[in-house]
């Protein structure tokens, strides 16, 4: 039993990735109790479930942006310095959030404003972040210390939107956006207290350029040369674009299972749930050698905890009552839940391992877009297709065809499903 619990020597051996990882998890708490609270506040402001889309889009186009761009310079210069800055520029953010709710200042553009902003310097600090990893931690902890950012994140997906809930009902928006800021300087502070990590170079390596779209492009065509490396995106945009579920939960909610927002809020939970679960059970992970198979094994069981999602939203009020229906859509997302966490696990492994340091930061930027655009892409796939088809048809056709690209994409890259973690190659 203990073997499959988390492998905790990262947290206990190394001091650094320590405080960094208890910074970023409180971060990340007071991160997701802010994005619910803005959304509710925008509500609150104009009415309109419209004007609450379009926080979504002022936060899409900085993150893909500066996620590209703050790769860059995380190649380029000290990251620890530049996750820094990035997370004090994100400080600032929570800062002015709460100024506006405690001097009733609101407006819906100064709250898209804080979210354009906070996403940019998100983008920025992550890459910077996730690439310091390898530079302070062994090769063989590395898939230990991603199954704790994993979980950590999950739960930050469960725990943040239910403490927004919580303080803004008890002290208004202001208490979630001033506990936010609290939060947030616990990564200030891990980052503060870390050492510089300036990139890594080596004597052939060519001359650095300076941070531009060149040296942003120069990461693109490194993924041309790396088989490996680039198969960890594929298979995940794959799995984003066939089977992304999220469009369907309002649907499901209103509709097929009942329930309204309480039933969506549930789905959500769901796989944020599987995946913690996961997580607690990760004790092995470590000890995976082929990381590229067992990538593809976990993107198919995505497929198929999306398939059985169809099948329960197809069975409601028909051979099965809504009751249960909606019992085995919970059990199908946490499925799904599990099997995306433990992807992300091994994706992140092999990106930290395979990849060059001086390419890193530009790769996780690349990570950051393909985790941000992917399912907004697959939503608005997802939406057209139910509206000819039906939410059940749209899940079940949607994690079939997963499952189905994982066969053909195994079949085209067999390297990528040899691929050993004890000899990691692009």
């Known amino acids: 039993m203990r073997s499959l619990l988390p492998d905790l020597s990262p947290f206990r051996e190394n001091r650094d990735y320590r405080r960094l990882w208890t910074g970023f998890t409180l971060s990340n708490v007071g991160s997701q109790m802010a994005v619910v609270a803005i959304g509710l506040q925008v509500y609150d402001l104009t009415g309109s479930t419209a004007s609450v889309g379009l926080v979504g889009l002022f936060a899409l186009v900085p993150l893909v942006v ?19 800055v990035a997370t004090l520029v994100a400080f600032a953010t929570s800062v002015v959030a709460a100024v506006q709710a405690w001097l009733g200042a609101s407006s819906p553009w100064l709250l898209y404003g804080v979210v354009a902003v906070w996403s940019g310097a998100f983008a920025v600090s992550s890459p910077a972040r996730t690439s310091i990893y390898p530079r302070i931690l062994p090769p063989e902890q590395l898939p230990a210390a991603n199954a704790l950012s994993v979980f950590a994140m999950n739960t930050a997906l469960t725990a943040g939107p239910l403490l927004a809930g919580v303080l803004v009902d ?13 939060l947030t300087l616990a990564a200030v502070h891990s980052l503060w207290r870390l050492q510089p990590v300036p990139p890594e170079r080596v004597d052939d390596e060519a001359p650095v350029r300076r941070v531009g779209l060149r ?75 082929r990381q590229g198979a067992a990538i593809m094994v976990s993107v198919a069981g995505w497929g198929v905890g999306i398939a059985g999602l169809g099948v329960a939203l197809l069975a409601a009020g028909g051979a099965v009552s809504r009751g249960q229906a ?32 001086r390419m890193r930061g530009r790769l996780q930027g690349v990570f950051i877009v393909v985790v941000a655009g992917g399912p907004r892409l697959g939503e608005l796939a997802g939406g057209g297709v139910a509206e000819r088809v039906g939410e059940g048809w749209t899940a079940v056709g949607g994690g079939l065809a997963c499952v189905l690209a994982v066969v053909l994409l195994a079949l085209w890259q067999p390297g990528f499903v040899r691929y050993d973690a004890r000899h990691p190659t692009p």
């Open 66 to 84: 500066m996620g590209l761009y703050g790769g860059a310079l995380a190649d380029h210069h000290d990251r620890r310095l530049v996750g820094l």
């Open 326 to 357: 909606l019992v085995g859509a919970l059990v199908a997302m946490a499925f799904a839940g599990a099997a995306d966490s433990v992807s992300a696990v091994f994706r992140t492994t092999i990106l930290q391992s395979a990849a060059p340091d």
């Open 170 to 182: 008890w002290g208004g928006y202001r208490a979630a956006y001033t506990t936010d800021a609290v």
């Open 215 to 289: 040296s942003v492009l120069d990461g693109f065509a490194f993924l041309r040369t790396a088989p490996n490396v680039r198969m960890t995106f594929v298979a995940d945009i794959a799995a984003m674009l066939l089977a992304q579920p999220r469009v369907l939960f309002p649907a499901a909610g209103a509709v097929i299972l009942g329930g309204g927002a309480t039933t969506v809020g549930a789905l959500y939970a769901a796989a944020a749930g599987g995946g913690i679960l996961a997580m607690v059970f990760s004790g092995r992970l470590g000890g995976v050698r």
